[in-house]
Structures are given as C-alpha cells and as structure tokens.
C-alpha cells in the first residue's frame, strides 16, 4: 500500500502564489509517475503537472508557465508551486501517483482563488 499526503492548500487572491507539497510513504524515485491532477464543482478531474524519476515534467496547456513541479527527495515530496493564480484554478488538488502499475491518490486539498 501506499499513502501520498496533500498539504498547503488555501485560499488566495487572484494572482497570488500557493505552494503544495505530496508526502509519499515510499521513495518518490521508485513511482513511475508523480503529479498533481484537479477537480473543480462540476467538472472532470484534469492532469496539472506530472514528474517522472528521470525529471521530464508535463504541464496542463492552462497553467504552462505559472505552476512548477519539482521534488525535494530529502523529504520524499513532491511539490506543484503555483504563481498567478487565476479564478478558475479553483479546485480541488489532488496528489497522484503510479507505482508497479497501480495507481494512488492522496485525498485532495482545496484551492481557493478569489478576492
């Protein structure tokens, strides 16, 4: 089994900065894929940004250029920094991983942008 734990979630106003953090219980280098998806009221949950072991990342068109996704491997965390946060970045986040061909999800953090 494996626990991916959120945290860093809030409420911002547009255009600020947040930054999440996903704890794995397991060594992050040894999952196939690390990342972050979203899911907003009434939408389809949707990739943000994915990592994998060798460092190739992935970017949702929308938030190309304002969110980061970087590992800190000291702490076995993957991390999403999102700079100028818009409205509709408004969701739930949720950390994701694969790992021997099974997937896990950590249980969401909410992301609030609004004035």
């Known amino acids: 089994q494996v626990q991916l734990v959120e945290s860093g979630g809030g409420l911002v106003q547009p255009g600020g900065s947040l930054r999440l953090s996903c704890a794995a219980d397991?060594?992050?280098?040894?999952?196939?894929?690390l990342g972050w998806y979203r899911q907003a009221p009434g939408k389809q949950r949707e990739v943000v940004a994915l990592?994998?072991?060798?460092?190739?990342?992935n970017y949702a068109d929308s938030v190309k250029g304002r969110f980061t996704i970087s590992r800190d491997s000291a702490k076995n965390t993957v991390i999403l920094q999102m700079n100028s946060l818009h409205p509709e970045d408004t969701a739930v986040y949720l950390c994701?991983?694969?790992?021997?061909?099974?997937?896990?999800w950590g249980q969401g953090t909410q992301v609030t942008v609004s004035s």
């Open positions: 994701y991983g694969t790992r021997i061909a099974l997937a896990y």
């Open positions: 397991k060594d992050i280098f040894s999952f196939d894929v």
């Open positions: 990592i994998t072991p060798g460092g190739d990342e």
